[in-house]
Structure formats: structure tokens, C-alpha cells
């Protein structure tokens, strides 16, 4: 059985999770705008996993006993300065969804919720590849800054990804 403060901050992760959903959809529009179609496969791709994870915390929730509240997700930007700042927007967002994973994780521990502990695990894991993917492609897209043409190549490197 979870514990009522334990259901609750799971509950804002949901949120936290489906509003990267969101934003990174937006972001998949935002270059779609731009056609760059290997952006956006990306991005789409993103979206995917980051509904993947709501669902995973919502299926916790229910298994423990608890019971899913879903609040309204805020409305994400829908505009960038340029591929860069997207791709350093999403880097920061999952600097802060790591942030918010780690503070479950003190959550569990203080109450000592065992199962919660060990479920999260598999976040934090998650959020060091996050960080580290959206981290990559920051690098590129800044080395891409002083070459001509530079978006292109990675436009379709990005175009391979598939969700898991």
C-alpha cells in the first residue's frame, strides 16, 4: 500500500512527465515548422517516451492501492530562437525532471517506502541517458554553429532514432 504523501508527489510526477510529452511535441512542431523533419522524428520520438514513463508511474500508483489524480498541464512554449536553443531548453527540462526524480527518490526513503524506492530506480537510471542524449545533441548543434550546412547531416542522424 502507498502512502498518501507518496501518492501525491507520484501524482505531480505524472503531471511532470506528461507536460514533457507535451513540450517535447511542441518542440517536434517547432521543427516541423522549420522542415526538419529529423528534428521533429526526434522529438516525436521523445514524446513517446515521456508518455511511456507517466504510464509507467500511473500503473505504480494503481498497483500500490493508490489512485491517479491528473491536474491540468500547462501550456508549453511553441517557439525557439533556433535548433540550438530547443535542444539546450530540453537539456535544461530534463536537468530539472532529474531533479524532481531524485527528490522522489528522498521521498521514498523517508517513508520508508521500499517498493517506491526500488521502482524508482529505473528512473534514475533513465535520466542519466535522457540527460546525456539531449547533452549530445547540444554538442552538435553547437560544433554545426560554424559550419555551412551544418543542420543538415545532424537533421539526418536525428531522422533514425526510433522510441523504444
Not at 489524480?69 to 501550456?75: F, G, P, R, S, V
Not at 525557439?80 to 522522489?104: C, G, Y
Request: glycine share 4%.
Amino acid at each position: 500500500m502507498i502512502g498518501q504523501k507518496m501518492q501525491e508527489a507520484l501524482n505531480q510526477q505524472v503531471n511532470a512527465e506528461i507536460y514533457s510529452a507535451y513540450l517535447y511535441l511542441a518542440m517536434a512542431a517547432y521543427f516541423q515548422s522549420l522542415k526538419l523533419s529529423g528534428f521533429a522524428n526526434w522529438m516525436r520520438a521523445q514524446t513517446k517516451e515521456e508518455n511511456t514513463h507517466a504510464m509507467k508511474i500511473y500503473d505504480f500508483i494503481c498497483e500500490q492501492g493508490g489512485r491517479v489524480t491528473l491536474k491540468l498541464i500547462a501550456e508549453p512554449p511553441d517557439q525557439w530562437q533556433s535548433p540550438l536553443a530547443a535542444f539546450e531548453a530540453a537539456q535544461k527540462h530534463e536537468r530539472k525532471v532529474t531533479a524532481m526524480i531524485n527528490d522522489l527518490v528522498k521521498l521514498a526513503g523517508q517513508q520508508k517506502e521500499q517498493a517506491t524506492s526500488a521502482f524508482l530506480q529505473w528512473f534514475v537510471d533513465e535520466q542519466v541517458e535522457e540527460e546525456s542524449s539531449a547533452g549530445q545533441v547540444v554538442e552538435m548543434l553547437r560544433a554545426a554553429e560554424t559550419t555551412p550546412d551544418g543542420l543538415t547531416p545532424i537533421d539526418q542522424e536525428l531522422g533514425k532514432r526510433e522510441s523504444k
